[in-house]
């Protein structure tokens, strides 16, 4: 089982994308690969990422060696960087499943992406500091309903 406490403190070797479009909607994955060839996608959960088995390694291999290469300026600010926390969303004390996680990497950088939208509405990786960060988290919790909980500090 590849769970989110397997992730922290690793560092990322490199990371590759998937872009799609279908029945009016955008869609943007990416994957995640790390310096001890785990590969990982940024979906939103609280514990478990996926479980270690012969079907899944080979899924998320497969997505990954298809994937985009990211730009250069993305690269720069993401490889060779430890992943320091993890992010997840909730709603209504439930996973968000319309979110990503978001990594906090030890050069101060958070990573996160935008899945799904219509044609035309941005989807892609984003790349905060801490400052852009922190307002993107003040968009999403607009009430008690709402919440981004980091793994280190639950």
Known sequence: MLSLSNLIGKTIFHIKYEYFQENGLQGFCSYVKLE???????????????????ANIAYFKEKFDKGEEVEE????KILRQK??????????????????????????????EINYRPVGIAV???IYNEIEFNDFQK???????YQIKSYLEN
Do not use: P, Q, W
């Open 139 to 145: 968009r999403y919790v607009t009430n008690k309903d």
């Open 83 to 112: 992943i320091e926390d993890i992010y997840s969303f909730y709603h209504m004390n439930e996973i968000d499943d319309d979110k990503s996680l978001v990594l906090k990497l030890n050069n101060g950088i958070y990573l996160t």
């Open 73 to 76: 300026f993305a690269k720069k």
């Open 36 to 54: 001890d060839d785990t590969i990982f996608s940024l979906f939103n959960c609280d514990e478990i990422v996926y479980y270690l088995n012969e």
């Open 124 to 126: 892609g990786l984003c």
